[in-house]
C-alpha cells in the first residue's frame, strides 16, 4: 500500500517528475503526458459517479475502472524494462468486453451518431470517453518510441467503448441519447 506522508516534496520545481524506477524525465515528456491523461479520465468518472449512486450496477463498474486508472498509471509511469511491475492485465481487457456485451445487448442499434448529453452520468461519461481517447493517442505516441504493455493498450481503447456503451444505457438504454443530424443547421439535407 502507498502512504504518503507529505504531499509536497519540492522535487518537481524545477520541471521534471519520477517515474516509478526514480527515473527523472520532464513533465512533459511522453510518459508524464499519458499518465496525466489518464489521471483526468479518472477525475471526470469522479464526476459521472456522483450521478451515479443510485445506478449499483453502474456505480460499480465505474469504481472498479477508477481502480484500474490507477493501475494503468502506474503501469505508464513504469517502463517496460523493469521487472516487476503493476501492468494492466488481460483479464482486466476482458472484464471490460465482457461487461461492453452485457450492456450493448440490452440497447437498440444506432441509426445516427450520438451528440454527447443526455443525462448528466452520459454528459460527463462522454467527456471522460474523449479525454481516455486523447490518453490512447499520447500512449501511441510513447509505444512508438517505447515498449507499452500491450494490454494497456487495449485496455486504453475498450474503455472508451465501455464508456459510450455506458453513457447510452444511462440515457434511458438509449431512448434520451442526442443524435446527430446531419446537414440540419446548413440548409443542405
Keep these: 500500500m502507498v502512504k504518503l506522508n507529505k504531499i509536497y516534496t519540492r522535487t518537481g520545481d524545477a520541471g521534471e517528475t519520477s517515474l516509478v524506477n526514480g527515473m527523472r524525465v520532464s513533465k512533459h515528456a511522453r510518459r508524464p503526458s499519458a499518465f496525466g491523461e489518464v489521471d483526468e479520465a479518472n477525475s471526470v468518472i469522479g464526476l459521472a459517479r456522483l450521478h451515479t449512486g443510485d445506478i449499483a450496477d453502474a456505480d460499480a463498474m465505474l469504481a472498479r475502472i477508477q481502480n484500474d486508472l490507477f493501475d494503468l498509471g502506474a503501469d505508464i509511469a513504469t517502463p517496460e524494462t523493469d521487472k516487476p511491475a503493476l501492468r494492466i492485465t488481460s483479464e482486466q481487457v476482458t472484464r471490460l468486453e465482457t461487461e461492453i456485451d452485457m450492456m450493448n445487448a440490452e440497447l437498440d442499434p444506432l441509426g445516427s451518431f ?16 474523449t479525454v481516455m481517447r486523447r490518453a490512447e493517442r499520447h500512449m501511441t505516441e510513447l509505444a512508438a518510441e517505447e515498449v507499452v504493455n500491450d494490454d494497456a493498450m487495449r485496455y486504453v481503447n475498450r474503455l472508451s467503448d465501455h464508456l459510450f456503451v455506458l453513457a447510452r444505457r444511462l440515457n434511458e438504454n438509449g431512448k434520451t441519447d442526442v443524435l446527430w443530424r446531419p446537414g440540419q443547421n446548413s440548409g443542405q439535407k
Design 114 to 129: 450520438i451528440l454527447p448529453g443526455g443525462s448528466q452520468a452520459s454528459a460527463w461519461l462522454h467527456l471522460a470517453r
